[in-house]
């Protein structure tokens, strides 16, 4: 069993930086495919990245593409998203997730396990 638990998310000015992470427990994360999910209030989830699980790999969702970059160091068992540039629409809870599927699989279908979530509000 994996369990995710994020930190890092806030309140940033727009056009600022922040920094997510995910540190996951169990030996086998190296394994798993990790990525990132958000929801803004009264919108769907949405995809926003993904990691192979040697890193390999990587897919973005369209509207972070460019400033968003996700990275994992499995010997901490740990998964980021550098978000810069951050915008207003960015304001959501972000999710990490994992699975034992592929990073080009994880666009379309999340893994199996989930994290609690961090807020992230960007304001003007």
């Known amino acids: 069993q994996v369990q995710l638990v994020e930190s890092g998310g806030g309140l940033v000015q727009a056009g600022g930086s922040l920094r997510l992470s995910c540190t996951a427990s169990?030996?086998?994360?190296?394994?798993?495919?990790a990525g990132w999910f958000r929801q803004a209030p009264g919108k769907e989830r949405e995809f926003v990245a993904s990691?192979?699980?040697?890193?390999?790999?990587?897919y973005y969702g369209d509207s972070v593409k460019g400033r968003f970059t996700i990275s994992r160091d499995n010997a901490k068992n740990t998964v980021y998203l550098q978000m810069n540039s951050l915008k207003m629409e960015d304001t959501a809870v972000y999710y990490c997730?994992?699975?034992?599927?592929?990073?080009?699989?994880?666009?379309?279908?999340?893994?199996?396990?989930w994290g609690q979530g961090t807020q992230v509000i960007v304001s003007s």
């Open positions: 997730n994992a699975g034992l599927i592929t990073s080009a699989t994880m666009r379309t279908l999340a893994g199996t396990h």
């Open positions: 169990g030996r086998t994360f190296s394994t798993y495919t």
């Open positions: 990691i192979s699980w040697g890193g390999a790999n990587t």
